[in-house]
């Protein structure tokens, strides 16, 4: 199966590994944050005070990370994968950039919904993006709840897909989004030291 692995070529580009990895441990770290936050009394102020940049942040990467996948496609799939688990792998990725996109929208319309001042830093606030209302309030706050339930379930869904290939194929598909260099690459003798060992018919041995 190491004739599957990727090469070079194969992976996608350095910026979009970075946006990649960058952005997996921001929306991870935000769902653990929103979670303590709604559950815990004591730290509420101070997660919300991280909550809220770091939400506006994903906002913005997933827009740049979003138009830069317009402009650059990314590797092909590998040979073992089938028709089916392409489209579902195609369909989580689309699924991702959605739910990264409406998320901290949702997030900060209901701070305006709920008419406080929306403070990503000092002096830095977001303009209200949503009429001051109770009734929207508790409709965007369900929303988000709902969508940090979806966020997590296609994370793992996309985790379990990675791990398969990983574990059970061992097609690479891993390596092409990872910093390491791809195992076909590492097992290729380097140039000089093929043409320091003779051919077996020329040692007279
Ligand atoms: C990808 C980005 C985001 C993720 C993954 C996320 C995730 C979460 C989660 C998991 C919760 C707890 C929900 C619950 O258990 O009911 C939450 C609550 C909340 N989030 Fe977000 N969030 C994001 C962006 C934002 C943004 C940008 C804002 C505001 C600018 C925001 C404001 C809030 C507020 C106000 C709460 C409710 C806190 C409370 O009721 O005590 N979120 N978020």
Known sequence: M?????????????????????????????????????????????????HRPLGTAILVFVVVRFGYRLFHRPPPHPPTMHPWDRLAATAS??????????????????????????????GVRLPAIAPHSTTVYAVLRDAHTVLAYLLFLVFVAHLCGVLFHSMILRDGVLDRMAFWRPARAVQEPAPDAARAVPPLERRGG
Do not use: C, K
């Open 93 to 122: 990725e689309y699924l991702f950039y959605a739910l990264l996109f409406a998320q901290p929208l949702v997030g900060w319309a209901l701070l305006s919904a709920a008419g406080t001042p929306i403070v990503l830093f000092d």
């Open 2 to 50: 190491d004739s599957a692995r990727p090469t070079n070529g194969e992976r996608f580009t350095v910026f979009a590994r970075l946006m990649h990895w960058i952005m997996a441990v921001m929306t991870l770290a935000m769902i653990f944050i929103g979670v303590i936050m709604v559950t815990s009394v004591s730290h509420r102020d101070l997660l919300l005070a991280i």
